[in-house]
């Protein structure tokens, strides 16, 4: 309810007439004041008149009057500044710590916004405004989707750089483990991201000059050479780990935390494993190439890569199958550039205050297709145009911070519901 407040509030969905402190003078309102999510008073810097006075000062919000009480404003003189105390219930009068009287005001909640907000957070399903979606303005949705491509890349900035404070600012490694994580493609993006945390990107590049020796630390660190398999190639990778482990002190994981189950074999992790091996035995420090280069294709290039020979008649250990080349497909580059590249590039330009990162990240986006999941089918047939990678990134984001958490309030769309249409 008190949140609810705060929204009528804010974007004055209140009628202008009803309000009127509790002793009956008038309140006009010239500005509500600036958000406050600290410690203090719910709007800072409000000037509202109240009667022929003009007043500049905090602004509190709470359910009921004797809220103020419950929560000790009665003792803080943070809240002596507040100009005018905003209730839905008025069940007693308010003080500043010397005594003087507060303002209040009954804040009514219109009759349709109330209606709306109800239907939107109360109804059993995921996504409540779907119906609702064909009316919007087009330059609404656009401009929303614009937001919420920013607020994902900026959430993604946040996850980096807490990652490269823990890496000593190190980009390249930082990178390695983001791309090892997005080589689960999904299901296995948990352990693939624990087995980089593992295996330090200085133990590959230091044995750079052996493509098994790097296939070796990769399958062993995965806890997949733990096994007695009557394969040649297997066992040589088992001896070439033993060494490796020795010499830098790693320790396995659990095989076991690696899926397949219900996969398609050009997915199994053994095959990117083998892939990741691939790009890693061509490069040495990846990110600087990716950073460097300003060309979309030539950073996919970057990414084709194709498994040594072992893997073209094997999806896993021991076991043949048909020759055939598995580098990495379409969509999966895809879902590297979208994961991996785009929020490096985003993220290096806002730690160094270089602007063109972040462009490029989003012109990089422009130039995917959307990704094929049923978020983005969901919306796409409830009318949301969806153009590219960034419309998509955008929906996810809208999907899983607004829809799933109901936070309809602070939704663009759910916003323009509580103002103009009526379920």
């Not at 098994?212 to 040589?236: D, P, V």
């Not at 494993?273 to 600087?288: E, G, I, K």
Request: with cysteine; glycine share 4%.
């Amino acid at each position: 309810m008190e949140r609810l407040l705060h929204y009528i509030w804010k974007h004055k969905l209140y009628s202008p007439t009803s309000l009127v402190t509790t002793e009956g003078t008038s309140v006009s309102v010239i500005d509500t004041g600036i958000g406050n999510t600290d410690a203090g008073p719910d709007f800072f810097n409000a000037k509202i008149k109240i009667g022929d006075t003009l007043w500049v000062g905090n602004v509190e919000i709470h359910n009921k009057a004797s809220d103020w009480l419950r929560h000790h404003h009665d003792k803080d003189k943070a809240y002596d500044s507040v100009i005018l105390h905003l209730v839905g219930v008025h069940d007693m009068a308010v003080y500043r710590t010397n005594g003087e009287l507060i303002p209040q005001a009954l804040l009514h909640i219109p009759e349709t916004v109330r209606r709306n907000i109800d239907w939107l957070i109360h109804r059993d399903t995921s996504i409540s405004c779907l119906p609702c979606i064909p009316k919007m303005e087009p330059v609404l949705l656009s401009s929303w989707l614009n937001a919420l491509l920013s607020e994902r890349l900026e959430r993604k900035t946040k996850d980096i750089l807490l990652l490269l404070e823990r890496y000593n600012n190190d980009w390249n490694e930082v990178f390695y483990i983001i791309l090892t994580r997005y080589f689960g493609f999904g299901v296995n993006n948990d352990p693939f991201e624990s087995l980089a945390k593992s295996l330090p990107l200085r133990c590959i590049q230091k044995q750079r000059g052996s493509y098994t020796q790097i296939e070796a630390m990769l399958f062993g660190q995965a806890g997949m050479l733990k096994e007695a398999l009557e394969c040649y190639y297997y066992r040589f990778l088992q001896q070439e780990y033993k060494f490796l482990q020795h010499k830098f002190g790693l320790s396995p994981l659990d095989s076991f935390r690696f899926k397949n189950l219900r996969m398609r074999p050009f997915c199994f992790p053994h095959i990117r494993l083998a892939q990741l091996a691939a790009l890693w035995f061509r490069y040495d420090t990846l990110f600087s190439l990716v950073r460097d280069e300003e060309n979309f294709e030539s950073i996919k290039n970057l990414f084709k890569v194709v498994p040594s020979d072992y893997w073209k008649t094997h999806y896993h250990f021991q076991q043949v199958s048909a020759p055939k080349e598995k580098p990495l497909g379409e969509d999966a580059l895809h879902t590297l550039l979208i994961n991996v590249v785009v929020p490096m590039l985003f993220a290096y330009g806002k730690k160094h205050n270089l602007a063109e990162y972040g462009e490029r990240a989003i012109r990089f986006l422009e130039q995917i297709p959307p990704e094929k999941n049923s978020i983005v089918s969901t919306f796409a047939h409830a009318g949301i145009p969806v153009q590219h990678a960034g419309d998509s990134q955008a929906l996810i984001q809208l999907k899983r911070e607004y829809c799933e958490k109901k936070k309809c309030l602070y939704c663009r769309i759910g916003f323009r519901l509580l103002k103009r249409f009526h379920p």
